[in-house]
Structures are given as C-alpha cells and as structure tokens.
C-alpha cells in the first residue's frame, strides 16, 4: 500500500449574536468574517467567506509556484496577483456558487529565466489543493517578466 501524505486544518467559528464570526486557529490571529456588504447585515470592511476564498486560492498558487520556482532554482523577484469570482446560479442545480474564477498573476524573474518560469505554471496550477477543491471554472492569466 502506498504511503499517502494527509494534512488536517482546524478552524474555530464564534457567533458575534448577529450574522458576523469570529475565526480562530492555532497560531495565526483571529479575525471577523460575515456577509460581503451587498447581503443584510454585511459590512465593507470586515472580509467574507467569498473574499476568503478568493484570498485563499490566490495565497495557494502563488505559495504552489513560488515553492515550484524554488526547486527548479528560478529566482522570483515579484509576485502579485488579482483575483475575482462570479457567484451566481449554477444551471445543473440552481444553487448559487462560484461558477467562474479569474486570476492574473504577475510575475518578475531574474533576467533570462521567464522560460523556465512560464515552464512552472502547469505545476502551480495543479498543485494548488484551494482551486483543487472547487468546481468553479478557474481561468488564469499568467503575465511572466524578466528583469
């Protein structure tokens, strides 16, 4: 039988008594999470599950190719992304969703490594266990320079 890695994630969720929550790991600091300012009771400047979870894709590739870059030693000078998501009723149940994902990704390499950098893209793009986990169609648009 093979060795199969796992990795386990714990959150805490704590009720604020309206439509808001407190979210607690171990380590990291908490932070307030609740509906985007567009539903009842949302607020601006707190973050959403949906923002989070754009967050957290786009945290994931870049974490997927900067690991990728390292290994195959191309020097990553920087690293930024947009991120957006479309939520709206899935045709195959009705349900509300994200349905599309698009990311742009940008990225500085030392000079004369934008190849072998572009070459990681693939590997970043399935690596990446956040869009590994949605059905949303993710399209990206990756923007390799050198400098």
């Known amino acids: 039988m093979p060795n199969r ?6 959150v805490g969720v704590a009720w604020d008594g309206r439509r808001a929550s ?9 932070i ?3 509906p985007p300012a567009d539903f009842p009771m949302g607020e601006a400047e707190r973050w959403s599950p949906e923002h989070l979870l754009l967050g957290s894709l786009a945290s994931c590739t870049m974490i997927s190719f900067l690991a990728h870059a390292e290994h195959k030693g191309v020097e990553v000078l920087e690293y930024s992304s947009e991120i957006g998501g479309t939520v709206m009723r899935r045709i195959e149940d009705s349900r509300y969703a994200f349905v599309h994902i698009h990311q742009r990704p940008r990225i500085v390499v030392a000079a004369g490594q934008a190849e072998r950098a ?3 893209i693939g590997k970043a793009e399935r690596d990446c266990f956040i869009s590994a986990s949605t059905t949303a169609e ?3 648009d990756w923007e390799i320079s050198e400098r």
């Open 118 to 120: 572009r070459e990681l």
């Open 5 to 10: 890695k796992s990795f386990q994630y714990d």
């Open 32 to 34: 307030l999470s609740g």
């Open 22 to 30: 407190l979210l607690t790991a171990d380590g990291p600091p908490a």
């Open 138 to 140: 993710v399209q990206n």
